[in-house]
């Protein structure tokens, strides 16, 4: 109960960041703040709220999505406000026009962290019928080597803590998962095999974790990238954890970001400082679909399964993250995500669009601008879903590339279109070159996949023939000079931009699906989808 309580606490704690971005909320809030004032029977204003949260949504009644007030069908754009005062938390839903304003409940949060207590699970893994809970996130999952933490771990013939122990692992020993979790009297247990046998181990449980992922080698101190180094390109380290194929830098190369997988649903920030590469774990609620780290900001954008939008700070040496910003943005999963170069901007893609434009919204992006809080432009003109975007190095312009075969260029701040290229294939992956003057396409099934254009005319470049057509994700260097492609057969290939020549190539075991380069220009990031992101680069003095 005490935790549940903590927990639905710091929720309301977090949306008081919502309040640093000044014109946080759009204009609709007073209409709320005006109904709450004639209730309480004095005036209310923003300032006078412990925190506040809001959300814009499509209503499909004139009741605003309430189910306790009747109302008419019909779609309503408008907002949904959370308001804590006096100790409640007030639900309102206000029409875009604030002609409809709907108060839909008042709750106290000590209670309802009381009444709720019961079902407090924090490893999504584990069953609702699990008993013994709640559970430690698992910070391992199948085909992953951990090894034990302290000085042995137990294999056990079942996975209860007073079955028959097969044998003692040793500290120094390698354990590989087999399958699992199962979820019994407040322990996570795995099937492993460890030195030829097979039996279960407790990856937490009392709350304390008794395993870990296989720690990687510590970093060494790296030249940077350049096409003359590049085939002496190593792997420096993996990381693995139980977390996504997903990752992004923080703009000065000290924090690598990477959303946690279900079981461990957040964000896993490792500190390139520390000798020792195990990460700080964030919990952040929902499933995570895109992530991006802001530019020059401790922050970072999950764009989530639900279409929802949430921007949180964090801090590598703290594990409480603070939600800034929570946006209704799309209907379904979050497709693309790209920040402006400055951080003021976002763009977001998804199936639709919530906005009240009159565009087409089905395959539309949104450009948000982030100290307003507001939707600056919609990207509408795509038949398919949108599976990349970039802005241009100047913030100008945005770039998408969608299912439908077509690459379009847009004005970032109007949402004009200004030109399109058909390309022959679904488009997989794309990226603006840091100079502004290239922009890399990947088309998924093609024998000739990867093409470069011309930014500002979107003239063919070059094409190059790659080893393997499943491209999934591409990134230019820092200084334009490299072009790296990834693909979803553990291929991994390195260009010269300017000469259209393959550098180097790389094999992992199993799928790619991000791939970028550190803005220090010092490290190739490539993640997988066997639970490892893996660091390339060169060792100073080797090349």
Request: proline residues 6%; negative net charge; glycine residues 10%.
């Amino acid at each position: 109960m005490r935790k549940a309580l903590s927990k639905l606490l710091a929720m309301f704690l977090m949306m008081a960041g919502a309040q640093s971005l000044g014109q946080g909320a759009p204009a609709q809030i007073k209409a709320a703040l005006l109904d709450l004032s004639a209730r309480l029977g004095y005036g209310i204003g923003v300032d006078d709220l412990a925190q506040w949260r809001w959300q814009q949504a499509t209503f499909t009644d004139s009741a605003l999505g309430c189910p306790a007030v009747a109302g008419s069908g019909g779609e309503t754009v408008g907002y949904s406000f959370q308001l804590a005062y006096g100790g409640f938390v007030y639900d309102y839903r206000v029409a875009s026009d604030s002609a409809t304003v709907v108060l839909c409940s008042q709750t106290d949060p000590l209670a309802a962290a009381v009444h709720g207590s019961q079902a407090a699970y924090s490893n999504s893994l584990c069953p609702d019928s699990a008993t013994g809970g709640p559970y430690l996130p698992s910070r391992v999952n199948v085909g992953m080597e951990a090894q034990p933490l302290g000085a042995s771990l137990d294999l056990r013939e079942q996975p209860a803590p007073d079955a028959r122990i097969l044998r003692s692992i040793p500290a120094d020993a390698l354990v590989r998962i087999a399958s699992g979790p199962e979820c019994a009297g407040g322990f996570v247990w795995w099937l492993a095999q460890a030195r030829g046998q097979t039996g279960y181990i407790a990856e937490a449980g009392a709350n304390r974790y008794l395993v870990e992922p296989q720690p990687p080698n510590p970093l060494p101190s790296r030249d940077a990238l350049s096409p003359q180094l590049t085939p002496f390109l190593r792997e420096l380290a993996r990381l693995r954890g139980n977390f996504l194929p997903k990752h992004s830098w923080s703009s000065d190369s000290l924090t690598l970001a990477v959303p946690g997988a279900p079981g461990s649903d957040g964000l896993w920030l490792y500190d390139l400082r520390d000798a020792v590469l195990r990460p700080e774990r964030l919990a952040v609620d929902g499933q995570l679909a895109s992530l991006a780290v802001r530019p020059g900001a401790a922050q970072a954008v999950f764009g989530e399964v639900d279409g929802t939008l949430s921007l949180w700070g964090f801090n590598a040496a703290s594990s409480a993250p603070s939600e800034l910003l929570y946006l209704n943005a799309h209907g379904g999963a979050v497709s693309a995500l790209a920040f402006s170069p400055d951080g003021s901007r976002l763009v977001s893609a998804g199936p639709f669009a919530y906005t009240n434009l009159a565009v087409q919204r089905d395959f539309a992006a949104i450009v948000w601008d982030l100290p307003s809080v507001a939707q600056q432009a919609v990207l509408s003109g795509h038949t398919g879903m949108i599976r990349a975007l970039a802005f241009s190095p100047d913030g100008a312009r945005v770039v998408s590339g969608a299912d439908d075969g077509m690459l379009r260029f847009w004005d970032a701040t109007s949402g004009a279109a200004q030109a399109s290229v058909a390309v022959d294939a679904p488009i997989a992956a794309l990226d603006y070159s840091p100079d502004g003057r290239l922009v890399a396409v990947a088309a998924a099934r093609s024998a000739e996949n990867l093409l470069l254009l011309d930014a500002q005319t979107g003239a063919q470049v070059a094409s190059y023939p790659l080893p393997t057509s499943g491209v999934a994700t591409l990134d230019f260097s820092p200084d334009s000079r490299l072009l790296a492609v990834g693909a979803a057969q553990g291929v991994f290939t390195i260009w010269d931009s300017a000469r259209h020549s393959q550098l180097t190539s790389g094999q992992t075991e199993a799928g790619i699906h991000a791939i970028s380069f550190s803005p220090d220009n010092t490290l190739l990031a490539v993640s997988s989808d066997n639970y490892a992101l893996r660091l390339y680069g060169v060792s100073q003095g080797s090349g």
